[in-house]
């Protein structure tokens, strides 16, 4: 069974970002980019689905600019097999990266999908339900634990107030939650032996997909800094403050 996990070059998630000055975005120059978090735990998921003897190639498929052969490499690190970029310089939001994956899926025929929930940076939680789409494959979204058994997967999802369990019928897509797995440190040796994995760079014209953005941002805003609270002296006070200021009880 081939797996594909998508990976995305982010900020890193320790970086604070900042407004730029005419609301257009957010300044990422010379800030550190890492992989998108929830891609690692899907890198990881799939690499310990090859140690099980349940996948047989693990595929790294990242779109955008030539930096992020980095990230592929960090995919390659944890346990990838090989890794292909769909290079572009283009602004990519999430239908374009779908219909990029979509194409390189037609060529590819993996039995499993695995991309993140979300991307950190522009928080759209969107492609792999657009990719399931584009595809007419079965879905599972938030995936906390996913069991592969011959055609079928049984994922359980984060659903609010609890835990959902499904089985869908393979190929399908699943996107990770934070509590799927703790991926594993990248060790030297593997940095090394990434190096000289394979890694495939295509282009969005070659697969014949339009990278052109649908959605067009308006205005960027920082959050509105927080009043400062107030110490008040007792309890009496405090229920009192609740009642009549706040009037939240
Ligand atoms: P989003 O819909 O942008 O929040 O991203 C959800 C997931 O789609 C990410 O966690 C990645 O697995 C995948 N994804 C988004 N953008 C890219 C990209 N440019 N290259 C590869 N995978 C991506």
């Known amino acids: 069974m081939k797996v594909i996990a998508a990976v995305k070059r982010v900020v890193d998630y ?3 970002v900042r407004v730029k000055s005419d609301q257009t975005g957010v300044d990422i120059g010379n800030v550190k980019m890492s992989i998108n978090p929830f891609d690692e735990i899907a890198v990881e998921a799939a690499t310990r689905m090859k140690e099980a003897g349940v996948a047989t190639e693990v ?3 990242s779109c955008g600019t030539t930096q992020s052969q980095e990230t592929i490499r960090t995919a390659l690190a944890i ?6 970029l769909v290079e572009t310089d283009a602004e990519l939001q999430p239908l374009a990266v779908a219909k990029m994956l979509r ?3 037609d ?3 993996p039995s499993l999908v695995i991309l993140g929930k979300q991307a ?3 928080d759209a939680g969107q492609t792999g339900q657009l990719l399931a789409a584009l595809l007419d494959w079965p879905q599972a979204t938030f995936a906390s634990n996913v069991e592969v058994d011959g055609a079928w ?3 359980t999802r984060e659903v609010d107030g609890g835990q959902e369990v499904i089985s869908i019928k393979l190929p399908a897509i699943v996107t990770t939650d934070l509590r799927l797995n703790e991926p594993r440190y990248v060790t030297l040796p593997n940095i090394m032996k990434a190096k000289k994995k394979p890694l495939e760079v295509l282009t969005s014209a070659s697969l014949n997909v339009d990278p052109s953005p649908r959605l067009k941002t308006l205005r960027v805003e920082e959050p509105a800094a927080r009043k400062p609270g107030v110490r008040v002296s007792d309890v009496a006070t405090l229920v009192d403050k609740l009642k009549n200021e706040a009037k939240v009880i």
């Open 14 to 16: 320790n970086v604070k």
């Open 59 to 61: 595929v790294a498929i």
């Open 79 to 84: 346990g990838a097999d090989r890794g292909v």
């Open 103 to 105: 194409a390189v899926i």
């Open 107 to 109: 060529k590819e025929q």
């Open 120 to 122: 950190i940076d522009d």
């Open 153 to 155: 997967a049984t994922v």
